[in-house]
Structures are given as C-alpha cells and as structure tokens.
C-alpha cells in the first residue's frame, strides 16, 4: 500500500515553505514537529528582533540539549532566560532550570494551560508566569515575557501540544 502523501504550505516573512509529511507518522519526528512549531511561531509572533528574554532556539543546540539533559531524540524550540530561571520549550517537554531546582512537565501530560494577562507593557517587556495543570490537577508555574513575545511562547506550547496529541 504506498504512503498517503500531504503537502501543507507554509508562509514565512520573506517566502514560501513547502514541507511535505508523508502520512502522520512523520509526525512522530521531532524534526517535524520543530519546523512545524517554528514556521507558526514566525508567522504569528511580531519584532522578535525586540524580544528581551525569549528567543526561537537555533542550531547548534548542543549546549541546551546538554544543560538541560535533553533526550537524543528531543530537540529544543523556544526558550525564556531570565536571571533567576532559564526555560526551554522542547518537542517533548516544558523544562525550568534555576540555581536550586529543576521543574519539568511532559507535553502529553498537560491538561490545561492559563497564560493570564501575557501583555504587559508592549514597549517594555517584563517576565511573568503561566501556569500548567497536568493530568494529576498539580499547578505548576513557569515563566513568560510579557509583551509581543508571550505570542512565541504561546504559539510553540499550544502548537507542540497539538502535534503530540494528534500523533
């Protein structure tokens, strides 16, 4: 039986994507679901030039596969670095790093998500929180730039979210 083919045309500031998955299995690739996660974030968020703590991860991501101890087959996709805490979006995982403690939540595990009011000061960027509740009702806080980058923070948890739970 020959692979179900689908085409999906994403629109980027400067062109045009074409990637092509071949049936939803690919979705499972961690590689996928980055691009996939990515090209949203691009297409949503405005003036990440102007984001203070957030940033799209880009290649090479040794050091953050290492520092937050990564899978081999986990790839990161948005991170908040403030000075107290550094927080990574990752294809699997929502993981905090601060000075004392390590906090991580599976993707697949996330029940509900509450960003609260993310908008701040649009011309003066700050670090907040949002909250998860898992499958088990724990509450559990990490932190957000308020401001036009909450919009990639917001966009990469929501679209990893539906990529995991569509696989």
Known sequence: MPALSENLLFYSKSSLFLLEINSK??????????NIVIKAIERSAMDN?????????QEPFDKLKHEFELDASELPIF????????????????????????????????????????KG??????????RIIDLYG?????????????????KSVNMVRKLVADR
């Open 138 to 154: 724990d509450q559990i806080d990490f932190q957000l730039e308020t401001g036009k980058a909450a919009v990639g923070l917001i």
């Open 49 to 57: 030039e102007t984001w203070k703590y957030s940033k799209i991860v």
């Open 79 to 118: 991170e908040v670095q403030g000075e107290l805490k550094h927080t990574l979006i990752t294809t699997r995982r929502i993981i905090e790093k601060t000075s004392s403690a390590v906090i991580k939540v599976e993707i697949e595990n996330i029940d509900d998500v509450m960003y609260g009011l993310f």
């Open 121 to 130: 000061q649009i011309e003066k960027p700050e670090l907040s929180t949002f």
């Open 25 to 34: 299995s690919n979705l499972k690739n961690p590689d996928s679901i980055r």
